[in-house]
């Protein structure tokens, strides 16, 4: 299945058309619906942007590929040692092509942090979009800093 991200600044009332189908069971073989949808475009971007992936490379880089239907203005990462979750280290994520993005406006926020003790991380990311929509999500699994 595939799921459209429509723009924030698709105008309202624009129509968009999807061609779909999907398959009905009858033995021996099956029933297959096929067509165009149309929908309008109306309301209003409440949609918080969504995560794909996080990764932190050997090299101290943390990367998160984002996603939204607006631009994505703000990108944090907290760093939570899970020897002592009462320290945490926050680090503002950039898609800017420079100190450890690889390169730039590609929906992959990354820095590359400082030198810490070796251990073993929890990550928070906390994403805002250009209306204000925002995310908070801690990442499954565990992420080692050298």
């Known amino acids: 299945y595939d799921i459209p991200i429509i723009s924030s600044g698709c105008p309202e009332n624009h129509p968009i058309s999807f061609y779909a189908e ?21 309301g209003k971007d409440s949609t918080p942007p969504q995560i794909s992936w996080i990764q932190v490379t050997g090299d101290n880089t943390i990367q998160a590929k984002l996603f939204d239907g607006s631009k994505i203005r703000f990108v944090k990462a ?3 040692p899970r020897d002592d979750p009462t320290k945490s280290l926050d680090i503002e994520l950039k898609d800017n092509g420079i100190d450890g993005d690889r390169s ?31 995310i ?9 800093l050298h």
């Not at 999907?22 to 109306?42: R, S």
Request: charge should be negative.
């Open 22 to 42: 999907y398959w009905l069971p009858d033995y021996p073989l099956h029933i297959i619906k096929q067509g165009v949808i149309k929908i309008e475009v109306n």
């Open 78 to 80: 907290k760093l939570i």
């Open 104 to 134: 730039e406006d590609d929906n992959v926020f990354s820095k590359k942090i400082p030198v810490q003790k070796f251990g073993i991380y929890r990550v928070i990311i906390e994403a805002i979009d250009s209306f204000g929509n925002k």
């Open 136 to 144: 908070m999500e801690e990442a499954q699994g565990n992420y080692v």
